[in-house]
């Protein structure tokens, strides 16, 4: 039998996914406009380089068949381009025919790298993975215990020297802590400790099945350090906080007069309340930190992952591959909003739908 809960929920769920639609479509369709008006489109860019192809004398490709010599390009090839490229349609039939693909997970072609968007993404996406993974296991590993101890021990040593230190961890930017951990052990200046390029090493194939995971694991410590360091300051913090609040609440003096352990207390009743704060953003981040990038990690790594990806690609002008990576993410991250705020009812029952409207 259906619940008056139950329903509550559902309804809720139908709810949030019918404001998914136009929040998608608007983000898409803002994005879209943006593109028209900005210099220096792919058309502009490949007879930009035709033309400089011209002047050395050499063309490849299927480009070669419109170039003549040094007399560049006439209005007729440019036009053939723009076919070739969907821009001689008009701007709203072009979106409405991408949206048409997009719905199907059908995101076309890059202009850049003349292979399948979903194969590109889907060849990037190992590394940020790999990243995300990892970060968010350390963090959530270490910031939960972390902020607990710090919360139970408020105003000690303990609690100023930890707060300290990763405060100043926090300070440090990323890519500023890579360069130091390059400098330190990637054989910068002093000791050539961990590798620095890629997931793992050119002859991994030929390792042991413990020797692939040891490699890996190795090649992963120095952007693994620089991507997580950042992120623990804020989810120790969160945790302490919460933990506090809860700890200095009647029903926790009460229990304690009940004569329960200071470890009853706090796994038995705070925990439960103060990790809902916690708990209730675990689906945004371990959604966003699999499918996210970090630019400048994978930059200085040299790691080929979505936010280099998308960077190049922002550059290049390479529209298939900023919209539809753009769809695919913002789908993303809608569906994690709701998740997270699902987790609410998982983690704390005392939750109700059935007076959602």
């Known amino acids: 039998m259906v619940t008056g809960q139950q329903t509550g929920m559902l309804y809720y769920i139908l709810k949030r996914i019918g404001l998914m ?68 349609q008009p701007p709203l039939e072009r979106f409405v025919r991408m949206m048409k693909d997009y719905l199907v997970f059908d995101f076309g072609s890059s202009y850049y790298y003349h292979t399948s968007v979903a194969q590109l993404v889907i060849s990037r996406m190992p590394v940020s993975m790999s990243l995300g993974f990892w970060s968010f296991l350390i963090v959530y590993g270490v910031c939960i215990p972390l902020g607990i101890s710090k919360a139970v021990r408020d105003g000690s040593r303990f609690d100023i020297v930890t707060s300290s230190l990763i405060l100043i961890g926090y300070a440090i930017p990323g890519f500023v802590l890579a360069i130091a951990l390059i400098v330190l052990f990637g054989g910068g200046s002093f000791w050539s400790v961990f590798p620095l390029r890629g997931l793992v090493s050119d002859n991994w194939e030929s390792f042991s099945l413990i020797g692939r995971i040891t490699d890996y694991l190795w090649h992963m410590v120095l952007p693994i350090t620089a991507s997580a360091v950042g992120s623990l300051a804020v989810m120790t913090m969160l945790t302490k906080n919460s933990f506090l609040e809860e700890i200095r609440k009647q029903y926790v003096l009460t229990a304690r007069a009940k004569g329960l352990s200071e470890q009853q207390v706090l796994y038995k009743h705070v925990f439960r309340n103060a990790i809902i704060p916690i708990i209730t953003g675990f689906p945004g981040y371990f959604i966003a930190a699999f499918f996210t990038g970090s630019l400048l990690i994978e930059t200085i790594f040299s790691l080929d992952g979505m936010g280099l990806l998308a960077y190049q690609s922002v550059l290049n002008r390479d529209y298939p591959v900023v919209l539809g990576t753009l769809y695919f993410f913002t789908i993303i991250g809608l569906v994690s909003r709701l998740l997270s705020d699902l987790s609410y009812l998982l983690v704390d029952p005392r939750i109700n739908f059935e007076g959602v409207e």
Do not use: C, N
């Not at 998608?24 to 220096?40: A, D, E, N, R, Y």
């Not at 490849?60 to 006439?74: E, K, N, Q």
């Open 21 to 88: 639609i136009p929040t998608l479509f608007g983000v898409m369709l803002i994005t879209f406009t943006v593109t028209q008006f900005v210099p220096g489109g792919p058309v502009e860019r490949l007879v930009a380089q035709i033309e400089g192809q011209g002047k050395g004398g050499e063309v490849s490709g299927s480009v070669s068949s419109m170039y003549r010599g040094d007399s560049g390009l006439d209005q007729e090839k440019v036009a053939r381009l723009k076919k070739l490229y969907g821009f001689d």
